[in-house]
């Protein structure tokens, strides 16, 4: 049974960073691609950042040149490190394996202006 925990959200200031984490059980982590998502109320769940199983990533528009996907094998875990934020940044952040269908109870990220 695959089990995503997540972690690290919190209430930060415009511009202010924090840095995300997900630890995964249940599955072979180091062949699994993994995603970083969030959903704002009132909005759908989107695609925030993604790390392949080779370390190739990818980002959203929007986050791009101030959020990183990293991820660590020996930990099982990917991270999401947010630097810049802005108060459209918040939302609750879930992580995710590409193409499964578990999701964890996910981390709110409040930004204030």
């Known amino acids: 049974q695959v089990q995503l925990v997540e972690s690290g959200g919190g209430l930060v200031q415009a511009g202010g960073s924090l840095r995300l984490s997900c630890a995964a059980s249940g599955i072979i982590f180091r062949l699994a691609a993994m995603g970083w998502y969030r959903q704002a109320p009132g909005k759908q769940r989107e695609l925030v950042a993604r790390?392949?199983?080779?370390?190739?990533?990818n980002y959203a528009d929007s986050v791009r040149g101030r959020f990183t996907i990293s991820r660590d094998n020996a930990k099982n875990t990917v991270y999401l490190q947010m630097n810049s934020l802005k108060p459209e940044d918040t939302a609750v952040y879930y992580c995710?394996?590409?193409?499964?269908?578990?999701w964890g109870q996910g981390t709110q990220v409040t930004v204030s202006s």
């Open positions: 995710h394996v590409e193409g499964g269908s578990s």
């Open positions: 790390i392949s199983s080779g370390g190739g990533r």
